[in-house]
């Protein structure tokens, strides 16, 4: 008999063990509080007349010292510091105090006081209506939280007895011999049983979904009948909350089958954001797009249409940059989900971009996709810089051979063919689309498609750059630094299709690199 507590384990921010940093609802509220003043202060950003402006030599100096003082800090704390000595104790200063200056001394060798004051003043109320999202969020997790661990709390025991008995009730449909014990909120199987822990009790979704739908409702509430729209926002709490009761059912069932890896390291953790993500969605689709939530005379705004063919289509040009990219992300949710550590439903990702692909192909044939020696050149530098780097920066890929192992020979030669498939054609295509070709361009003006990229500022390149880094977790450094090599190329050229050969000749040496040394660690 199996018995698992369901709560999710808090990451490190960095592989810095300190508990400071480990303060998950901390980070999570920042996050949300940043993407919502982004978000809401768009318009106005949009309004500013964005220019390239001359680095500023002194702050780009203290920049690469705040680098260097970073990473110095974080090798003698990770290597050689002994903790709770006064040594120690220095360093991490001097790591938290580094961390702090790095994006202060980034934003003043990008930009001059002026344009900074001017971006904060311009951004007006979206301060408020982000620290809505963002205090309403942490306020409604930790106070849902302390309720469902306090055993005086009426509130918190009605959702202990209201889960306990949701996910009682679904299970006894499927398994007659249910075990359950609601003293203890152990329910399950002979073969997997489960603690519903307060931490995997769905608080982490209902705070969010109350943070996004009254934020929401707060920025639109002049475009909105209110009345009409606050119904949303307990239909969308409680949606989540009956969502999560059916997760918690269904990563029991999925135990009993017996693929209780599955079920601990890949349900337990995406399928809760899969569900937020699908009502977030909802909500958002209802609240904008039906009439009887709208005010009259305040509907949307009609969309861009494109002559195809001699005939009229409308098109959304964000969603063909970005769509292909979002489809990865979206089908790599649902692999890691039904995934053990190794992720077999790989292939997902790519006929996922196989579909987006198919419904735009009349736009992405009208784009440049030619390339001539300039793109592969920069693809051999690139995985050169990558190899290197992901030797010093320890990459480990025991999990991915492990999982191969397990294959049989033909599932084996199919999955690798995927995933070489999708490191060269699919990755490739959708990341410059999506950072190159919308993100660098969008830095510069809200019309993506007038901005050459033979124009691309210093600020496009870094900012596109840098996003580009962050989405590739450990080795964010050498996906900046191929980043900006990857803009550098397009720039010259002024043709995505550079860039994209570049990004294609880099991954395809890779996979060659990983197949021929079996060093899964790049992959």
Not at 40 to 66: I, T
Not at 128 to 144: E, P
Not at 218 to 238: H, K, N, Q
Not at 352 to 363: H, K, L, Q
Request: aromatic residues 12%; glycine residues 10%.
């Amino acid at each position: 008999m199996m018995a698992l507590v369901l709560a999710i384990e808090v990451v490190p921010i960095t592989t810095m063990q300190h508990p400071w940093l480990r303060a998950k609802a901390f980070t999570a509220s920042t996050i949300f509080f940043c993407a919502a003043l982004l978000f809401f202060g768009r318009a106005k950003l949009q309004s500013l007349e964005w220019r390239e402006e001359p680095v500023d030599k002194r702050f780009a100096g203290l920049h690469v010292c705040a680098l260097v003082l970073f990473f110095a800090a974080n090798i003698y704390l990770l290597l050689v510091a002994k903790q709770g000595t006064g040594l120690a104790r220095a360093a991490l200063f001097v790591w938290y105090g580094a961390l702090a200056l790095v994006p202060i001394t980034v934003a003043g060798a990008l930009f001059s006081l002026r344009r900074l004051l001017l971006m904060s003043v311009s951004l007006g109320s979206a301060w408020g209506f982000a620290a809505v999202c963002g205090l309403l969020t942490l306020s409604a997790r930790t106070l849902l939280l302390q309720a469902w661990d306090a055993p005086t709390s009426r509130f918190g025991q009605a959702m202990q007895v209201v889960t306990f008995r949701g996910v009682h009730a679904l299970l006894s449909l499927f398994y007659p011999g249910l075990i359950s014990d609601q003293q203890s909120a152990v329910i399950g199987t002979e073969k997997f049983m489960v603690h519903i822990a307060g931490k995997c009790s769905g608080i982490e979704g209902l705070a969010l979904m109350l943070g996004l739908t009254v934020g929401w409702l707060v920025y639109s509430r002049r475009e909105l009948i209110l009345l009409r729209a606050m119904l949303l926002v307990p239909a969308s709490l409680i949606l989540v909350f009956l969502l999560n009761t059916a997760r918690i059912a269904a990563l029991v069932a999925i135990g009993d089958a017996g693929f209780e890896a599955v079920a601990v390291d890949g349900f337990h953790s995406e399928a809760g954001w899969i569900l937020f993500s699908g009502v977030a969605i909802g909500f958002l689709m209802l609240v904008n797009n039906v009439a009887w939530f709208q005010r009259a005379g305040l509907g949307n705004a009609v969309p861009a249409v494109q002559m195809v063919g001699g005939r009229e289509r409308e098109t959304n040009v964000a969603a063909v940059y970005l769509l292909p990219f979002l489809a990865i992300l979206a089908a790599s949710l649902a692999s890691q989900a039904t995934s053990a550590g190794f992720e077999w439903l790989y292939g997902l990702r790519v006929i996922a971009v196989f579909g987006v692909v198919y419904a735009y192909r009349r736009e992405y044939r009208g784009m440049d996709w030619r390339f001539g020696w300039v793109g592969p050149t920069a693809g051999v530098a690139i995985f050169g810089l990558w190899v290197g780097l992901a030797h010093w920066f320890g990459a480990a890929g025991s999990e991915m051979a492990a999982g191969l192992a397990r294959l049989s020979v033909g599932e084996r030669v199919g999955w690798i063919a995927l995933r070489t498939i999708g490191a060269v054609v699919t990755i490739p295509f959708a990341e410059e689309l999506c950072f190159r070709g919308f993100l660098a361009r969008r830095v510069m003006s809200p019309d993506v498609e007038r901005v050459s990229l033979r124009r691309l500022s210093v600020v496009a390149v870094l900012v596109s750059s840098l996003a580009f880094g962050l989405m590739h977790g450990k080795m964010w450094l050498a996906g900046t630094l191929a980043g900006v090599v990857f803009c550098v190329v397009a720039k010259m050229r002024g043709r995505l299709g550079e860039a994209v050969a570049a990004h294609a000749t880099a991954n395809l040496m890779i996979a060659v690199w990983v197949l021929v040394r079996g060093d899964y660690s790049l992959w």
